[in-house]
């Protein structure tokens, strides 16, 4: 139950966040990407105030035995560059720059409304549903 509000919590700010920064408008996400164009910077302070906390929390999470709400912590996985890392980034950038959807802003816009970002989370259902039957 304590980690279930825990994940609500963490969920809702995440949420107010994207909403706050601008994140869940796809013009200031594919404002970003038109780097030749009309160039939008604010994404790249939204990604370094998400990065540095992080990596100040795993800093913090390498010198604790357990985890605060109990139990230990996922073992960070190997760095790894391979196919399936290189063809998935490309998808997700294609994808991202095409529609102005990420997975966090496009749940988070299924509470405000909009066809677009309902199409995208199906899309993106059916892609993760497919992935492990195509990588066979």
Request: one cysteine or more; glycine letters at 16%.
């Amino acid at each position: 139950m304590q980690r279930t509000l825990f994940a609500a919590l963490a969920g809702a700010i995440f949420g107010l966040g994207l909403m706050l920064s601008g994140m869940t408008d796809t013009r200031s996400v594919q404002g970003f990407l038109d780097i030749f164009g009309a160039w939008n910077p604010t994404l790249a302070f939204v990604m370094g105030g998400a990065m540095i906390p992080m990596a100040i929390a795993w800093r913090v999470a390498a010198r604790r035995k357990t985890a605060v709400l109990g139990g230990s912590f996922p073992a960070m996985p190997p760095p790894r560059f391979d196919l399936n890392l290189i063809g998935g980034s490309a998808a997700f950038g294609a994808g991202w720059a095409l529609t102005g959807f990420c997975p966090g802003p496009a749940l988070a816009s299924l509470g405000f409304g909009g066809w677009q970002g309902l199409v995208f989370v199906a899309a993106m259902a059916g892609g993760a549903l497919l992935a492990a039957p195509l990588r066979r």
